[in-house]
């Protein structure tokens, strides 16, 4: 079993609506966890954290976490093309943010 | 420029060359990371220096991989005796220890070609 499981997509979505990205974790210690926004021959880059359990909302991404099913989401709403990019769910097993375990990406294709 | 650098972006080597990447982090960042991601996965940890300790070391990283961070500022990352299996992008990370989350910031990465 991977520490980080995402569905690989694509995930195809029309403009303007929610697009929502999934990821299951296996250690059950994990203490936060990050959504990365990753473009095509680029790096990564933060776009949401969260530490606890429930919803975290930031302009148009709402981050979801339940560690009891140990499962993080991403939503984002009034979806653009520019979001089309590959989404990396990240975990720490602290907030010490030592060793950063990443999922293998969703990529998300935002049709005009 | 302010965010994390690495040189070079790309590097073509032949099986068995020994190669050397450097990371220069934001200048107020204690923390480095270096990553290895090939395509269509995600990064995969390496290890991570705090200051000039070497904290932790993936399990990943053989006796042919070798990082230094000598002062605690640029990190050097060194894979002796390169194998095609190499060849990937090379992604280093850079955080500070202040704050109540750590971000990370990543560099451009460079890309390892190995023939």
């Known amino acids: 079993q991977k520490e980080v499981e995402q569905n690989s997509g694509p995930l195809s979505v029309p403009e303007g609506a929610i697009a929502s990205l999934n990821c299951t974790y296996s250690d059950r210690g994990s203490q936060s966890f990050f959504w990365y926004r990753q473009y095509s021959g680029k790096s990564p880059e933060l776009i949401m954290f969260?530490?606890?359990?429930g919803d975290k909302e930031d302009g148009r991404f709402t981050a979801q976490l339940n560690k009891a099913s140990q499962y993080v989401s991403l939503l984002i709403r009034d979806s653009q093309p520019s979001d089309s990019a590959t989404y990396l769910c990240a975990v720490n097993r602290d907030t010490g943010g030592f060793k950063t375990i990443f999922g293998a990406g969703t990529r998300l294709f935002v049709k005009a | 420029d302010t965010g994390v650098s690495q040189d070079p972006r790309h590097k073509i080597t032949k099986r068995g060359q020994n190669v050397t990447f450097r990371c220069d982090p934001i200048?107020?960042?204690?923390?480095l990371y270096w990553y290895r991601q090939t395509l269509g996965q995600g990064p995969e940890f390496l290890t991570y220096?705090?200051?000039?300790?070497?904290?932790?070391k993936s399990r990943l990283l053989s006796d042919r991989f070798s990082a230094e961070r000598p002062k605690g500022s640029f990190s050097t990352l060194e894979i002796q005796r390169t194998e095609q299996g190499d060849s990937a992008m090379y992604l280093c990370a850079s955080s500070s220890a202040q704050g109540s989350y750590i971000e990370q910031f990543f560099g451009p990465g460079t890309r390892l070609t190995v023939l």
């Open positions: 220096f705090q200051n000039e300790a070497q904290l932790e």
């Open positions: 200048s107020e960042h204690n923390r």
């Open positions: 969260i530490y606890s359990n």
